[in-house]
């Protein structure tokens, strides 16, 4: 079994500030104050984690504050000044959760100075958190960002989202030079009028610019209308453009002609990426057992775009549970988790089995576990706890630290973090930080594990005990016998 050093096992020292935080956790909490050496080791521990050195410390910490039920909002706020990107990300996710309105400002202000890879986490964010105007007026500007990563990501979230946006919107888009952008605006063209899309596709055929033509070519992909077919088949015996002939193939296989079977798997084969995956799509489609089984055959693809491919398509031909299963191991966390959410949406007693059979049998189970952590943030994932609880129960005996924080959290989806601590060792650093967490999300009374922890070597260890007591207020009791705290 391959051994995971934990984040938390290899964290740096966080140095004080002299500036100090005013926060009043207690009042917000409604509870009276815990032991005075615990409440005042606890302020100070997590005052001095607000102010660390550490971006990645302070960041944490205000992440953890976002899980306190009913704290007051000034700490989160003040962190929306902070001098790190990454603390100010943390800030506002925490503030758009709990449908603060002051953070929609600084959210915008993110969307302009933040990286691409963090405006399109917050993007995915707002979209799901926010509330529909804000939500509707951000997902509009990303589609006018400088970033095509950026802006493809807005396209597919207005249409997951179901955010509205007029044919203007979306035209803009359809020639953009980043032939991903083109593609997302064309299928969120269809979606807004099909009829309006065959035309623009059908102009683009008989355009005599090389660009527009190519481009048509694609589009043709995504909407198959028979009134290509011939143009299509002529292209693709006659054209002396590889790429000419390879779409016309392409689209030719979305439409269903055996004709193009043969050439579009010596694509699969030979292409790499994306083209590949293209080919995979539309060999799919043509109505014969070997063609609709190639996604089967794919499903270990080393291109990770043909596995996402392959996933999509046995998606739609709605094939049984059990197809599924080697995705639930996938190298890439995206595919692991798409495959195990349309498990359990179409099968899910079948998906529970599966998943807990091949559990049981894995030598490396942290892709499967992660896959259902993250389901477990969308989706009610009872049945597969059931299936699967004894094993996630032996995984927190686990001497993979990755393994023991995934199944503490999987675990404590259905059980109390009381119960879950009787089973913990403390030297599990992994699942005694997820165990934490979830005791201040829900105000679980581990006083003994707060009061252990709030004397632990690690610095997140230690504030994740303080706010735990902090949050318990009155109903935090001290260890019988025990001195000042971590003293």
């Known amino acids: 079994m391959v051994r995971r050093e ?16 005013a926060l009043s956790f207690v009042a917000a909490c409604g509870g009276s104050e815990p032991p005075p050496d615990y409440i005042e080791r606890s302020r100070q521990q997590i005052q001095a984690a607000l102010h660390s050195d550490e971006p990645w410390v302070r960041a944490e910490t205000v992440r953890l504050l976002g899980l306190t039920n009913g704290v007051e909002r000034a700490a989160l706020r003040a962190a929306l000044d902070d001098d790190s990107v990454i603390v100010r990300t943390a800030a506002i996710e925490a ?16 969307l302009i100075a933040g990286t691409e890879a963090q405006r399109i986490q917050l993007l995915e964010l707002i979209a799901q958190t926010a509330r529909p105007e804000f939500r509707e007026q951000t997902l509009r500007r990303a589609l006018v960002d400088l970033s095509p990563s950026v802006q493809l990501s807005a396209l597919r979230l207005t249409v997951r989202h179901g955010v509205s946006l007029g044919i203007e919107d979306v035209s803009r888009l359809l020639s953009h030079s980043d032939a991903r952008v083109a593609d997302a605006a064309f299928e969120a063209l269809v979606a807004l009028d099909a009829q309006e899309a065959m035309e623009v596709m059908l102009r ?12 048509a070519m694609r589009q043709a992909r995504l909407l198959p209308t028979a009134n290509v077919w011939p143009m299509m088949r002529s292209i693709a015996a006659r054209s002396s453009d590889p790429t000419e002939r390879r779409l016309a193939l392409v689209a030719l296989g979305n439409l269903g002609d055996p004709t193009a079977e043969q050439p579009l798997r010596d694509y699969v084969l030979g292409l790499q990426g994306a083209e590949a995956a293209e080919a995979l799509a539309a060999i799919s489609h043509i109505p014969t057992a070997r063609a609709a089984n190639q996604p089967l055959v794919h499903r270990r693809d080393p291109r990770r775009e043909v596995r996402d ?7 739609r031909q709605r094939r049984p549970a059990d197809d599924f299963v080697v995705f639930l191991t996938d190298a890439d966390p995206a595919i692991a988790e798409r495959a195990l959410l349309h498990m359990q949406t179409t099968e899910p007693d079948r998906a529970a089995a599966i998943f807990a059979a091949n ?9 499967a576990l992660g896959a259902l952590y993250r389901v477990s943030l969308q989706k009610d994932i009872r049945r597969f706890l059931d299936a699967a609880q004894s094993q996630l129960r032996a995984y927190l005996h686990s001497d993979d630290p990755a393994i023991v924080g995934l199944a503490a959290r999987l675990v404590l989806v259905g059980a109390s973090p009381a119960a879950v601590a009787l089973e913990l060792s403390p030297a599990d650093i992994d699942g005694r930080y997820a165990l934490l967490e979830a005791g201040i999300a829900r105000r679980a009374d581990l006083s003994s594990l707060y009061a252990e922890s709030l004397g632990d070597d690690l610095t997140m260890i230690r504030v994740a005990a303080a706010l735990g007591i902090m949050s318990l207020g009155d ?3 001290a260890p019988a016998g025990a001195g000042a705290a971590g003293e």
């Open 475 to 477: 109903q935090f009791h």
């Open 95 to 110: 503030l758009l959760r709990s449908n603060d309105p002051a953070v929609e400002e600084a959210a915008l202000a993110q």
């Open 359 to 367: 559990l049981e049998e894995s030598d490396d189970p942290v892709a």
């Open 6 to 21: 934990s984040p938390l096992l290899t964290e740096g020292r966080a140095r004080l500030c002299t500036a100090a935080l």
């Open 309 to 315: 491919v392959a996933l999509s398509e046995l998606i």
């Open 204 to 215: 683009g055929l008989r355009d005599s610019s090389a660009p527009a033509r190519l481009r």
